[in-house]
């Protein structure tokens, strides 16, 4: 028998590490740092357009938001009373006078017009309406119409000021607890109306409606609120 010589077969990775040159490593290094950047840009260009949609997001609701108070647009206003002042001045006719000071605010978005529509007096359970020429709204001492312009997100600050006929006068000058109301109708016919609370006591009716001496008495609105008020 004749011997076949065995050429050996050489298998995949059956050599050793090839040696890398120093510049061959460098420039693989180059490379990725390269790809790298690229990377990182293409990042910054990703995140970019998903937060401009965000903020678009976020910006909706301020936008659905100013396109309902355009559409929607109606005064908030309020009638308050802050004080009340009581004053006897002999040698005045008539010598018995009443102040209150008033501040009427405007939250909304719309101006707003006030038409001053009455104001009463209860006493004992009797209640009166003051007659017309018995009461005046004043701003900064000058007499006003009797409709006020109420400019959207403002306030103002108001005098009224009452006088007795006698047959408002007598039921006045009754000792016990006082109720002054003032209302007014808005520009679309909302009522507003405020109101204080306060008791004279038989010395007071006598220094308000008697006494032949100067007398002055002012009470904080907060501390003379009518039952049932917060």
């Known amino acids: 028998m004749s011997t076949q010589a065995k050429t ?8 050793g590490p090839e040696t890398r040159s120093v510049e061959d490593q460098l420039a693989e290094f180059r490379l990725d740092l390269d790809t790298l950047k690229t990377s990182n840009k293409s990042w910054v260009k990703t995140w970019g357009v998903y937060l401009g949609m965000l903020g678009a997001l976020i910006a909706v609701p301020k936008g659905v938001l100013d396109l309902a108070t355009q559409l929607w647009q109606r005064p908030n206003t309020s009638v308050e009373i802050q004080e009340i002042s009581m004053y006897h001045i002999p040698g005045m006719a008539p010598a018995e006078s009443v102040k209150l000071q008033l501040v009427i605010r405007n939250e909304g978005n719309l101006d707003d017009v006030l038409l001053a529509n009455g104001v009463s007096l209860t006493v004992g359970g009797q209640l009166v309406q003051l007659s017309d020429k018995d009461f005046g709204l004043f701003e900064d ?25 006698p047959r408002e006068r007598e039921l006045a000058a009754t000792p016990g607890p006082h109720k002054v109301e003032l209302r007014f109708l808005g520009d679309r016919q909302n009522a507003y109306s405020a109101s204080v609370c306060f008791p004279l006591q038989p010395s007071d009716v006598h220094d308000m409606f008697q006494s032949s001496d100067y007398w002055h008495q002012t009470v904080i609105a907060q501390l003379a609120q009518c039952p049932g008020q917060g």
């Open 141 to 165: 001492g000058k007499a006003v119409d009797a409709s006020l312009v109420v400019p959207r997100n403002a306030s103002r600050g108001y005098e009224l000021q009452i006088t007795f006929n």
């Open 8 to 15: 050996p077969m050489e298998m995949p990775g059956s050599r």
